[in-house]
């Protein structure tokens, strides 16, 4: 069977201080509920996950901090830019998150947002925090990978 174009990811934006200050062990896929004017100001990528994290309360898995613009043309009907949206999670899948970050002291951080297949979705990560010597090693390897790159590919 074919894989139609709708059918692929189509990434609106990235949090990619989630993955410098973070140490992502898991990732999971959840809807996010919108109003019309939120999903097209997503559309035109007018979002920001910078500074938002993921918390469950009352069996309910909730996206906070994430700041979507109003959407021009919206008037009336645009709703607040940093309200708490609810996602959409299967009920295990949330009681299993719920468990993992009160037992290891682990943080739900939002890695993407995406349109699969027409519906807005959120990555969440399963993370653990970095110390600055981490974040210094992660620099470090970085640096020695560019340079094995840089001497490989000029003596061949």
């Known amino acids: 069977m074919a894989v139609s174009a709708q059918d692929e990811r189509q990434v609106v934006a990235q949090?990619?201080?989630a993955r410098h200050d973070y140490f992502?062990?898991?990732a999971y896929e959840a809807g996010i509920e919108l109003f019309g004017t939120e999903v097209k100001s997503i559309r035109k990528g007018r979002l920001n996950l910078k500074d938002s994290w993921c918390s469950i309360d009352g069996g309910e898995i909730f996206v906070n901090g994430m700041h979507i613009s109003p959407y021009e043309q919206g008037n009336i009907f645009n709703r607040d830019p940093m309200r708490v949206r609810r996602l959409l999670m299967h009920k295990r899948e949330i009681n299993r998150l719920l468990g993992v970050t009160k037992q290891q002291g682990l943080t739900l951080v939002p890695l993407s947002v995406y349109f699969l297949k027409g519906r807005a979705k959120l990555?969440?990560?399963l993370c653990k925090g970095k110390k600055l010597y981490d974040k210094r090693d992660v620099a470090a390897e970085k640096d020695a990978r560019r340079n094995m790159e840089?001497?490989?590919?000029e003596r061949y």
């Open 15 to 17: 949090n990619k201080k």
């Open 24 to 26: 992502v062990l898991e």
């Open 150 to 153: 840089r001497s490989f590919k």
């Open 123 to 125: 990555e969440i990560g």
